[in-house]
């Protein structure tokens, strides 16, 4: 293989984008799987429209890349969305839809990928999760999305570790794209005072991070979560 294929979701934009944009410094084919298409075309990035969370989208785009393609280095699960509320005014329509793209989208792209994965006795699998993981109020269907990601990674690492094939998450913090954009300016201020280091976090801090687990020199690294995060997990900040 010349260049080795990554498959990435939701990299039209945001961390996606630049995760994918590294991942091209790094040589890779990198082909991103989204619903909606690139702002700004980015000709060495293959876009394929796809929704993540219909089963057929996913199914029709993994036929399409098997077909043009021999093999598979790696496959990143990064599209995810935000519908947050607290639980009492949250829909169960906002409840189903942060479920279905977030959790389910990635245990199907994670399932069409395993079975090409394991013909090749090959593969890296990231996902992205959130630190909100670990809870966060007004995000239960987004926290039990996330945290539902490190459960499904876990048992897929334990199911295709003897294929060779590795399965790891990383657990982004508080990173400035439109999705954190998009929150009312006093939340968002509130977000940063609660962080150890006052601070946001760049896509590219992902990005790096994501270049890190594709290297060869990392296969060793398997079913972890890696937060990325500013030193937010480790709790609040008190003094
Ligand atoms: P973003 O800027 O909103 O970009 C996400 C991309 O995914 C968008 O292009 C979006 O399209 C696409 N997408 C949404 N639903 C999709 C679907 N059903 N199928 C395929 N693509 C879909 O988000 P981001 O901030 O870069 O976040 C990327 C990932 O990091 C997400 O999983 C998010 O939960 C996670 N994360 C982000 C932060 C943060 O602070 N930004 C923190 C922790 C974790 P549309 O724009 O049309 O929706």
């Given amino acids: 293989m010349s260049q080795k294929l990554i498959i990435i979701t939701g990299a039209s934009k945001g961390i996606g984008l630049a995760i994918a944009r590294r991942l091209l410094l ?54 995810g969305i935000i519908r947050d509320n607290v639980i009492w005014k949250m829909s169960v329509e906002d409840f189903e839809k942060v479920i279905n793209v977030n959790l389910k989208g990635t245990w199907l792209v994670c399932r069409e990928a395993v079975k090409i ?27 039990a999305s996330k ?50 280091q006052k601070n946001i976090g760049k896509p590219e801090d992902i990005a790096e991070v994501a270049s890190f687990l594709l290297n060869e020199k990392t296969n060793f690294i398997n079913g972890q979560v890696i937060y990325v995060d500013g030193g937010k997990s480790i709790g609040h900040v008190t003094l």
């Fill in 117 to 143: 994965m394991k013909q090749q006795s090959f593969g890296k699998i990231i996902n992205i999760a959130s630190r909100a993981l670990l809870g966060n109020p007004g995000q239960t269907n987004y926290s």
């Fill in 26 to 79: 790094d040589n890779f084919k990198v082909i991103n799987l989204d619903v909606s298409s690139p702002e700004k075309q980015d000709t060495d990035i293959e876009f394929i429209k796809c929704d993540v969370s219909l089963e057929s989208d996913v199914l029709q785009s993994f036929q399409f890349i098997q077909s043009k393609y021999p093999e598979i280095y790696g496959v990143i699960n990064n599209a």
């Fill in 147 to 196: 945290a539902g990601i490190v459960g499904l990674s876990r048992a897929l690492a334990l199911e295709v570790g003897k294929y060779n094939i590795s399965v790891n998450v990383i657990a982004p913090g508080l990173i400035k794209t439109e999705l954190t954009d998009n929150l009312p300016p006093h939340v968002l201020q509130k977000l940063i005072d609660a962080q150890p």
